[in-house]
């Protein structure tokens, strides 16, 4: 007979296997598009009740390939308008679309009776943490930025693009307001973080070792926001962000760093239309302003490593690999 597991402990069910994995995220990509087309799906019921006078009538509107292209064409245009020219519901679905990834995790974890606290790597860490994941934000928004302008002179980024980004943040009202701040700054990387840095780099430590772990979900992390012109500076966060995440054994830090870091581009957005004098030199950041922000990202990364290593926290992989090549790094 099988004795039972200590009280209040999960009992142990091994590790997770490839198959797993792969189904848990597979399901989570599926959850998302699903929450698209409901998106998509219900801005194209705003768009027809606009074009119709009667609601009778758009069964035979949809019947028509013309009008059909011309509803496509309305339904992209009223998107890339950006979340002000929303209407509330889409708002809303906006929002859900950030947080729904993470469900079949949780529906996983959840079912197999797993540590989900300590799978997802949701632990609490001291203050000044936070304040440094803060700080190492900040310093890669800054050289994040100027990374892109050097990209932009090698494989110049459309325009449409940069406005469409630029749209999706703006505000015009209060609710505008919330309703991107808390999906940009709190939802997306809270979400983003229990999956990548939690939930698969856990897993991938364990199975390929810290160093590769940290690579290859950060690899995966630049890979799914599906922009060439960014994958590199995205690339480097997400380095950054999982070497913390590692080092900490908690995704606070990082979730600190991802949302600061989203919360420079929303107040840019919203508030400088071009760059501002003070900040850039020509068509680029100020060297200083790059340099000083270099500095401020080693400064914080360091101090958050000597701040884990001093509280006897993470540092070593699920697998027991004490991920020596990235504290040799750091």
């Not at 808390?182 to 991938?204: D, H, K, N, S, Y």
């Not at 830090?253 to 760059?275: C, K, M, Q, R």
């Amino acid at each position: 007979m099988n004795n039972p597991a200590p009280h209040g402990k999960p009992p142990d069910h091994g590790s997770i296997t490839p198959m797993q994995m792969v189904l848990v995220l597979v399901l989570s990509v599926l959850a998302y598009m699903l929450v698209q087309v409901i998106f998509f799906s219900t801005a194209a019921m705003h768009v027809a009740t606009d074009m119709v006078s009667d609601p009778g009538k758009i069964e035979q509107m949809l019947s028509s390939p013309e009008e059909l292209e011309t509803l496509a064409e309305r339904v992209i245009d009223l998107v890339a308008k950006g979340v002000a020219a929303w209407p509330w519901d889409l708002k809303l679905i906006f929002m859900l679309n950030q947080a729904v990834i993470i469900l079949p995790v949780l529906l996983f974890l959840r079912t197999t009776r797993r540590d989900i606290l300590g799978e997802l790597r949701i632990r609490p860490v001291p203050r000044n943490m936070l304040l440094h994941g803060a700080l190492a934000g900040v310093g890669l928004a800054v050289v994040g930025d100027e990374l892109t302008r050097l990209i932009d002179l090698i494989v110049p980024i459309p325009e449409e693009i940069g406005e469409a980004l630029r749209m999706l943040m703006t505000y015009d009202s209060g609710f505008d307001f919330l309703v991107i701040f808390a999906t940009i700054c709190l939802i997306a990387p809270l979400v983003e973080e229990m999956l990548f840095r939690g939930f698969i780099q856990r897993w991938t430590e364990g199975r390929i070792g810290v160093t590769n772990g940290v690579m290859l979900t950060s690899a995966l992390f630049a890979f799914v926001h599906g922009n060439k012109y960014f994958v590199i500076p995205i690339l480097i966060m997400a380095v950054v962000i999982g070497a913390i995440a590692w080092r900490t054994e908690s995704v606070w830090p990082s979730v600190a760093l991802h949302g600061t870091n989203n919360l420079i581009g929303f107040v840019t957005a919203n508030v400088w239309e071009d760059d501002p004098g003070w900040y850039s030199l020509g068509d680029h950041v100020a060297p200083w302003w790059v340099l000083g922000a270099a500095i401020l990202v080693v400064y914080s990364v360091r101090e958050i490593f000597r701040s884990a290593e001093a509280s006897g926290m993470g540092g070593h992989g699920p697998g027991g690999d004490t991920g020596g090549r990235v504290d040799k790094t750091v």
